[in-house]
C-alpha cells in the first residue's frame, strides 16, 4: 500500500512518528478517450502542454509554481521556499484538543486515511488508541499536507487510528431552501414500521458494485463483435397516494421482493 504522506502525531509533549495511508482503492472501469474516425483505427487522444508564447510542449520538468498578482504579473515560488514556510508544528498532525464523534456534522467528511505507525512509535500509538477507544472520545488536530492545511479527526478503531480529512466549515456549502411540509400521523407509523421491517445489521462485505460487473459483461460482449442487449428500463410510477404507496411497499419488504 503506498504511502500517502509521513508525518508524526503530536499531543503535548507526546510524539508518534505515522505515516498515513489511503483507506480505499480505485476499481472502476476506466475509459480512454479516442478519435471518431472513418478508419476504425480508433487512437488515443494525446494531451501536450504547450507554451503560448513559443508555441513548443512543455516537459514536466520546466514547469514552475506561479501566483497571479495581477492580470497577466506573477510571483513564482519554489518547492523548497514552500518547505520554509512550513513550522515544525505544521509538519505534524498537531493535536489541539478532544471531541466526542457526535461533535463532528458527517457532512464535513473529506476523505480517509490509515495511520501507520513508524519503527519506535508503535507503543505511543497503541497508548493513544486505547486512550481514544475507551474515552470514546477523537482527536481534533491540524497539519500540513502538500500546500494545503487540513483539519484531521483522529478516530480510533478496535485495530488502528483513523485519520479523517475534514472540510473546513467555510467550505461548507449552505443548505439549500426545502419547503417543509406536514405529514399525517398515519403516515409516519407506516414509514416507521417499513423502516423496522427492513432493518438488519450493516455487513460491507454483502455488497458489491453490480454495476461494474455489467459494464465488464458489456465490454466482453463488445470484444467479442456482439451488440449489447439493453436492458430493462421500466420506471416506477409517480406515488399519488402517499399512504397506498407506503402499504404496498411494506407489504414487498414483508414478501422480500424489493429489489436489493
Not at 431552501?177 to 405529514?183: D, T
Given at each position: 500500500?503506498?504511502?500517502?504522506?509521513?508525518?508524526?502525531?503530536?499531543?503535548?509533549?507526546?510524539?508518534?512518528?505515522?505515516?498515513?495511508?489511503?483507506?480505499?482503492?480505485?476499481?472502476?472501469?476506466s475509459f480512454n478517450q479516442l478519435c471518431k474516425d472513418?478508419?476504425?483505427?480508433?487512437?488515443?487522444?494525446?494531451?501536450?502542454?504547450?507554451?503560448?508564447?513559443?508555441?513548443?510542449?512543455?516537459?514536466?520538468?520546466?514547469?514552475?509554481?506561479?501566483?497571479?498578482?495581477?492580470?497577466?504579473?506573477?510571483?513564482?515560488?519554489?518547492?523548497?521556499?514552500?518547505?520554509?514556510?512550513?513550522?515544525?508544528?505544521?509538519?505534524?498532525?498537531?493535536?489541539?484538543?478532544?471531541a466526542k464523534i457526535t461533535d463532528v456534522d458527517p457532512i464535513m467528511f473529506d476523505r480517509d486515511y490509515y495511520l501507520v505507525p513508524e519503527s519506535g512509535g508503535e507503543k505511543a500509538f497503541e497508548l493513544l488508541r486505547q486512550a481514544l477507544l475507551s474515552s470514546k472520545k477523537i482527536a481534533i488536530a491540524k497539519t500540513?499536507?502538500?500546500?494545503k492545511e487540513e483539519l484531521v479527526a483522529l478516530y480510533p478503531t478496535k485495530n488502528d487510528i483513523i485519520a479523517k480529512i475534514l472540510f473546513f466549515k467555510?467550505?461548507?456549502?449552505?443548505?439549500?431552501?426545502?419547503?417543509?411540509?406536514?405529514?399525517?400521523?398515519?403516515?409516519?407509523?407506516?414509514?416507521?414500521?417499513?423502516?423496522?421491517?427492513?432493518?438488519e445489521?450493516?455487513?460491507?462485505?454483502?455488497?458489491?458494485d453490480e454495476y461494474q460487473a455489467k459494464l465488464r459483461e458489456a465490454i466482453?460482449?463488445?470484444?467479442n463483435g456482439q451488440e449489447i442487449v439493453v436492458a430493462g428500463n421500466e420506471q416506477p410510477t409517480t406515488a399519488i397516494d402517499l399512504m397506498s404507496a407506503l402499504q404496498q411497499t411494506l407489504e414487498m419488504a414483508n414478501n422480500h421482493s424489493i429489489p436489493s
Open positions: 500500500m503506498p504511502i500517502a504522506h509521513k508525518s508524526a502525531i503530536s499531543v503535548g509533549m507526546l510524539y508518534v512518528p505515522v505515516s498515513l495511508h489511503k483507506t480505499t482503492r480505485e476499481t472502476g472501469i472513418d478508419s476504425g483505427k480508433h487512437q488515443r487522444i494525446k494531451y501536450q502542454k504547450i507554451c503560448p508564447s513559443c508555441g513548443k510542449e512543455v516537459k514536466s520538468s520546466e514547469i514552475i509554481k506561479g501566483f497571479e498578482y495581477e492580470k497577466g504579473k506573477y510571483v513564482t515560488i519554489t518547492e523548497d521556499e514552500l518547505e520554509r514556510i512550513k513550522t515544525k508544528k505544521d509538519k505534524t498532525i498537531h493535536v489541539i484538543h478532544f500540513v499536507m502538500g500546500n467555510e467550505e461548507i456549502q449552505p443548505i439549500p431552501s426545502i419547503n417543509k411540509v406536514q405529514v399525517d400521523k398515519k403516515e409516519l407509523e407506516m414509514a416507521k414500521t417499513l423502516i423496522a421491517s427492513m432493518t445489521p450493516f455487513k460491507a462485505e454483502e455488497y458489491e466482453q460482449t463488445k470484444i
